[in-house]
């Protein structure tokens, strides 16, 4: 990645996130939720605007079975008011 | 005239010649060309005391400045680092509570943008790594979910450990991870798959930079690398190990 050529230019700094790295799920307890958002995604032409609901449904299957820390949906930009959307 | 000016020089001269002889040998040297020729009433002679304490103040001054410039500079690094995180100068993120900056966030829907998803491994990296989908087209200010998948194909546990990269580069400093599965080792059973999940969202300012008018497409890359013992990868230095 840093060859001679990339002297002077500007570099990219990876950020760690926001809330550290998921586990990961090795028993596949959340996969059907994961598969319904693949079908989700698909028929939608991957438009995320539409998928939401099932993204949520997988974050709060991962949060029940300990995959997850437990977040208020707010901070995971899942507002609960319909208007907002 | 140029009689004039030989006088005065010479006289500087001297004046310099006496500065530095009352700093060392605390005596004043009244010699006759120093004296003015036509002398007010009320001109104060200042004694060699007097003298002498003024050289000695205004050199005090002269080391204050010196030792307050060097200070200065080396006080200015710190300085600076919480000047950018108190206003965000140049893309530097603060710490700023990323719970507060996500609640409050809208979505803007007048700006799709597809996010692209790229997956590599090493050379020596013999897990299949791949992403589920090929693109998603998400707001600025929007949380999407993506999910990458990684296979084992070995009869070893192998451990890796991924870092990322966000192509074009200024639209690096807008990508914002809320979880992923970077910069942590993450061990395969042997012949397990497992999916991947990274959430993520683009920040609303995207849409306020200029340089980001025309682009619509933002390549997400990740590359996962073996984690062997005692093999020391460019890990950044705030991840905790």
């Known amino acids: ?85 | 005239m140029k009689n004039k000016y030989i006088v005065t020089m010479n006289r500087v001269l001297l004046m310099n010649r006496c500065c530095y002889s009352v700093i060392r040998y605390n005596f004043v040297v009244n010699h006759q060309i120093l004296i003015p020729k036509k002398p007010l009433q009320n001109v104060i002679i200042r004694s060699a005391h007097d003298q002498k304490e003024k050289i000695r103040s205004t050199l005090n001054y002269m080391i204050a400045l010196g030792v307050m410039t060097v200070g200065l500079s080396y006080a200015a690094v710190p300085l600076y680092r919480i000047f950018c995180q108190a206003y965000s100068y140049g893309g530097t993120t603060g710490q700023i509570e990323a719970n507060q900056a996500v609640s409050n966030m809208k979505a803007i829907k007048d700006r799709p943008i597809k996010v692209r998803f790229n997956a590599d491994t090493a050379s020596s990296m013999q897990w299949n790594f791949k992403p589920q989908q090929p693109d998603i087209t998400v707001l600025p200010g929007e949380t999407a979910l993506a999910f990458y998948t990684a296979v084992n194909p070995t009869d070893k546990a192998v451990t890796g450990i991924s870092t990322y990269n966000v192509i074009p580069f200024e639209a690096g400093q807008y990508f914002n991870k809320i979880q992923c599965f970077c910069f942590e080792e993450q061990q395969l059973n042997p012949h397990e798959q497992v999916d991947m999940p990274v959430f993520f969202y683009i920040d609303p300012e995207y849409i306020e930079d200029p340089k980001m008018e025309f682009i619509d497409e933002i390549v997400l890359s990740y590359t996962f690398f073996e984690a062997k013992e005692g093999m020391k990868l460019p890990v950044p230095s705030y991840v905790k190990q």
């Not at chain 1, 028993?27 to 438009?47: A, F, P």
């Not at chain 1, 099932?54 to 507002?79: I, P, S, T």
């Open chain 1, 1 to 85: 990645m840093s060859t001679a050529m990339t002297f002077g230019q500007k570099q990219f700094i990876p950020t760690p996130p926001d809330k550290g790295s998921f586990p990961l799920d090795h028993e596949g307890i959340c996969k059907k939720t994961m598969v319904r958002y693949m079908k989700c995604l698909i028929n939608n032409n991957s438009n995320n605007s539409l998928c939401r609901d099932e993204a949520k449904e997988y974050l709060a299957c991962r949060m029940e079975n300990n995959l997850m820390a437990k977040e208020d949906w707010n901070n995971l930009g899942f507002q609960e008011n319909k208007e907002e959307r």
